[in-house]
């Protein structure tokens, strides 16, 4: 499976960007497919999941912000950030995983998407907010 993220760039807090991959799956049924986000001197964390059974969700610290969404007919996945913030300065990467081990779940009452699941890597693109 290959990935290719497209569309990073840079705005200003409060603004909008839209992510874009597209990855080389002809059947969603069987995979999981994410967005996680990497800061300098942070780990990678997840940010949103579209699962293979169609469920999306999102991570706490974007909920209400972000919103990710897949096209079959274009074969693409979407990750649409609103109202930006700085701390959402990172490099975004998309990922796709075979389920159940890329599933997120609720750690500690804190969401969270297995790194470790997900086998499929884009090669990043940046995403840069100022304030």
């Known amino acids: 499976v290959q990935l290719v993220e497209l569309r990073g760039g840079s705005v200003q807090a409060g603004g909008s960007l839209r992510l874009s991959c597209t990855p080389s799956i002809y059947d969603f049924s069987k995979y999981s497919v994410g967005w996680f986000r990497q800061a300098p001197g942070k780990e990678r964390e997840g940010v949103a999941v579209f699962d293979n059974s169609g469920t999306t969700s999102v991570a706490d610290s974007v909920k209400g912000r972000f919103t990710i969404s897949l096209d079959n007919a274009k074969n693409t996945l979407y990750l649409e950030m609103n109202n930006l913030k700085f701390e959402d300065t990172a490099m975004y990467y998309c990922?796709?995983?075979?389920?159940?081990?890329?599933?997120?779940?609720?750690?500690?009452?804190?969401?969270?998407?297995?790194?470790?699941?997900?086998?499929?890597w884009g090669q990043g693109t940046q995403v840069t907010v100022s304030s």
């Open positions: 990922a796709a995983g075979s389920p159940p081990h890329c599933l997120p779940r609720r750690v500690g009452g804190n969401w969270t998407a297995p790194r470790a699941g997900f086998h499929y």
